[in-house]
């Protein structure tokens, strides 16, 4: 079946340090991924997308991450901030018209 | 300013009572979409529309009704609310379809329903 798959559980990190959120999927081929944040009882907010032929793609403090070959995408904050605190989603076209989200990682960053 | 609008906000309402929750965008965008967020679920498609007068189901259409006769207005219809549609909806407008690369979704704000 096909599946997305982002971390449960939150990421917990000291201000500064860089956090790594992980998105998995399983009997997809998409074109391109996308990133969204999510603060509590918001609607997401796009962030990045990143194209099956891009390996890398940078905005200010953030990094997406592209692999096909191993169906995942890997989302970095750099420098985190107590700011980035929310939750991030991850989403790919996963048939005509249809964009699938995953479930969302929480992250916090502490002081 | 550029936005999707959605109404109302909060919603209390009695299993069967019909209800429509109304969605609004500024933006002349040609693809929308209704989704409903559960926990653990993630966001799950409940209906989208491509265009004027097209539209199509999502992942989850059951108990769910939606029109698109004007471009900017996507209303999304339960008939008869039951208690198992309790959950948090949001509407989401894009310039292109989804197969069409930078896709950007834009958001709501969200409507929190409760059916009892």
Known sequence: SQKIEQNSEALNIQEGKTATLTCNYTNYSPAYLQWYRQDPGRGPVFLLLIRENEKEKRKERLKVTFDTTLKQSLFHITASQPADSATYLCALVGGYNKLIFGAGTRLAVHP | ?116
């Open chain 2, 1 to 116: 300013e550029a936005q999707v609008t959605q109404n109302p906000r909060y919603l209390i309402t009695v299993t069967g009572k019909k209800l429509t929750v109304t969605c609004s965008q500024n933006m002349n965008h040609e693809y929308m979409s209704w989704y409903r967020q559960d926990p653990g679920l993630g966001l799950r498609q409940i209906y989208y529309s491509m265009n004027v007068e097209v539209t199509d189901k999502g992942d989850v259409p059951e108990g769910y009704k939606v029109s698109r006769k004007e471009k900017r207005n996507f209303p999304l219809i339960l008939e008869s609310p039951s208690p198992n549609q309790t959950s948090l909806y949001f509407c989401a407008s894009s310039l292109f379809w989804a197969d069409e690369s930078d896709n950007e979704q834009f958001f709501g704000p969200g409507t929190r329903l409760t059916v009892l």
